[in-house]
C-alpha cells in the first residue's frame, strides 16, 4: 500500500515534536546544575537514560567538539586511505564476531 499524506504525516510530526522537545530540555538542563550525589541517586536505566541524552546533545552540535590539527590530519588519511580502498576494510559483523571468538 502506498504511503499517504495522511499515513506520513503523523510520524514526521511525532519527529519533529520529538526534535522540539529535546531541544526545550537541552534548554532547561543548561542552567541547571546537577550534582553528582543527584545523578547516584537514579537508577541505573534513568542514568543510561541520561547519558544517552547527554551524548545526543553532543552530537547535535558537531562543530562545537573541537578537534586537534592531529585529529583533523589522521581524520583525512582514514578517508583518503578508504577512498583509494573502500573494500579492504571489514564489517562490523566480521571484527565484532572476531572480538567476541577470543574471549
Known sequence: MPATL?????????????????????????TLTIAKSDILSLSVSERIQLAGDIWDSVVEVPQSVPLTEAEKVELDSRLDAYHLNPDSGS???IVKERIRSRR
Do not use: N, Y
Open 6 to 30: 495522511d499515513s506520513v504525516r503523523p510520524a514526521l510530526f511525532e519527529k519533529e515534536i520529538e526534535k522540539i522537545t529535546k531541544r526545550f530540555i537541552l534548554r532547561i538542563m543548561s
Open 91 to 93: 564489517p562490523w559483523s
